[in-house]
Antibody
Framework: QVQLVESGGGVVQPGRSLRLSCAAS????????IHWVRQAPGKGLEWVAV????????HYADSVKGRFTMSRDNSKNTVDLQMNSLRAEDTAVYYC??????????????????WGQGTTVTVSS | EIVVTQSPGTLSLSPGERATLSCRAS???????LAWYQQKPGQAPRLLIY???SRATGVPDRFSGSGSGTDFTLTISRLEPEDSAVYYC????????FGQGTKLEIK
């Protein structure tokens, strides 16, 4: 079935790095943009980053720009989020999700219709 | 950056009543690219509405979306106990941003 599965979360000290992964299955991964969205404990959803279907473009929220980097490997159906210089305020559940695809020269946006189950990142000394 | 504001923060209604949730954007949302999500405790969000008014697959027709430009509404008619959740709107017309959420409680 169509699914996304995140991994790589854990407890890390402030200033250190962590790499999250998102593995896709059940759909044509290479035509979809993939997003990361996070949710701090007891808080709302915060959009973090997106990478284009071919991996050529990425955009980041101001709160993570310069510290987080997305990459993807369409041969393995995976997306990674490299998180450097982590701060306490990066503590959250991190979800990957798909929103929009481009095919045949046109793009289609249907909202974030597939989400992973989330992986927890805790930044603490 | 487009800032998205939801109201009210909390809504408490009885089964069978109608819920009206509001979402306002600081700038006009391109092509009405506005989505609504439902999130229950311990779960990932679930897409309800995209393109401001189109229901996602499998979403009951009790859920409907409307609006354009900067003002959007999610209406849930005939509330059921399982509708208790936090509801978020998201604009994806220019980059991406979520509202802060509306908590819907069913009495």
């Amino acid at each position: 079935q169509v699914q996304l599965v995140e991994s790589g979360g854990g407890v890390v000290q402030p200033g250190r790095s962590l790499r999250l992964s998102c593995a896709a299955s059940g759909f044509t991964f290479s035509i979809y943009a993939i997003h990361w969205v996070r949710q701090a404990p007891g808080k709302g959803l915060e959009w973090v980053a997106v990478i284009s279907s071919d991996g050529g473009h990425a955009h980041y929220a101001d709160s993570v720009k310069g510290r987080f980097t997305m990459s993807r490997d369409n041969s393995k159906n995976t997306v990674d989020l490299q998180m450097n210089s982590l701060r306490a305020e990066d503590t959250a559940v991190y979800y990957c999700g798909r929103l929009g695809y481009c095919s045949g020269g046109s793009c289609h946006y249907y909202g974030m219709d597939v989400w992973g189950q989330g992986t927890t990142v805790t930044v603490s000394s | 950056e487009i800032v998205v504001t939801q109201s009210p923060g909390t809504l408490s209604l009885s089964p069978g009543e109608r819920a009206t949730l509001s979402c306002r954007a600081s700038q006009s949302v391109s092509n009405n690219r506005l989505a609504w999500y439902q999130q229950k405790p311990g779960q990932a969000p679930r897409l309800l509405i995209y393109g401001a008014s189109s229901r996602a697959t499998g979403v009951p027709d009790r859920f409907s979306g409307s609006g354009s430009g900067t003002d959007f509404t999610l209406t849930i008619s005939r509330l059921e106990p399982e509708d208790s959740a936090v509801y978020y709107c998201q604009q994806y017309g220019y980059l991406y941003s979520f509202g802060q959420g509306t908590k819907l409680e069913i009495k």
